[in-house]
């Protein structure tokens, strides 16, 4: 079936170092990934999309590698901070606007 | 701050009773997704509602429904709660059914 996942449940990091959190799914059909940050007793926040015509995408201290070949998704996150702490998610869909099917989530620690 | 509110933030029902849950979505936008999220999980889609009509459904019992109003806010209700049902409800909005959607803060409904 359609699933989304992570590699790894958790993440520990020192800050300043740079972060790769994983993910693979499932559907080769899926067109738009997204990752997004959930703080504790918020909801998710958009970090960066990349769409299936794309292997690379770059945001602030933010970058979306996509491996359509292996179904692989990675957000790397440069000189991790303390407020980088979070579970994060990757997601996927048919289209951008469309059902979003969501993994189960890496939280990540980062220590001072 | 998204722009999507939720309400309310905290609810507690017993089994078998009913819910209503809404959400009013960011200035503008005319789509709206719902989606529940389980302790320790990803969000999973519940239905998506475009200009006042259901635009999609994910596995999910009839005894969820929802509801768009004219002014594109949501409401989603929940007849005969089961324990089960007890999970952090995230309503997300968007321009259009094809763009990117932005989280409310959830609300989250315990039954006992």
């Known amino acids: 079936g359609e699933s989304v996942g992570l590699h790894l449940p958790t993440l520990s990091v020192q800050e300043g170092d740079n972060s790769i959190i994983n993910c693979a799914y499932s559907?080769?059909?899926?067109?738009?990934f997204i990752w997004y940050k959930q703080e504790s007793g918020k909801g998710p926040q958009f970090i960066i999309d990349i769409r299936s015509n794309m292997d690379k995408r770059q945001g602030q201290r933010v970058t979306v590698l996509l491996n359509k070949t292996v179904k692989h998704l990675s957000l790397q996150i440069a000189a991790t901070q303390p407020g980088d702490s979070a579970v994060y998610f990757c997601?996927?869909?048919?289209?951008?606007?469309?059902?979003?099917?969501f993994g189960k989530g890496t939280t990540l620690s980062v220590s001072s | 701050e998204t722009g999507v509110t939720q309400s309310p933030t905290h609810l507690i029902k017993t089994r078998g009773q009913q819910v209503t849950l809404r959400c009013s979505s960011q200035s503008g936008h005319n789509t709206v997704s719902w989606y529940q999220q389980a302790l320790g999980q990803g969000p999973q889609f519940i239905f998506q509602y475009y200009r006042e009509e259901e635009n999609g459904r994910g596995n999910f019992p009839p005894r969820f429904s929802g509801l768009q109003f004219p002014n594109y806010s949501s409401e989603l209700n929940v007849n005969a709660l089961e324990l089960d049902d007890s999970a952090l409800y995230l309503c997300?909005?968007?321009?259009?059914?094809?763009?990117?959607?932005?989280f409310g803060q959830g609300t989250r409904l315990t039954v006992v």
């Open positions: 559907n080769s059909a899926s067109d738009y």
């Open positions: 997300a909005s968007s321009l259009e059914a094809g763009a990117e959607a932005f």
């Open positions: 997601a996927e869909s048919h289209q951008a606007g469309t059902a979003l099917i």
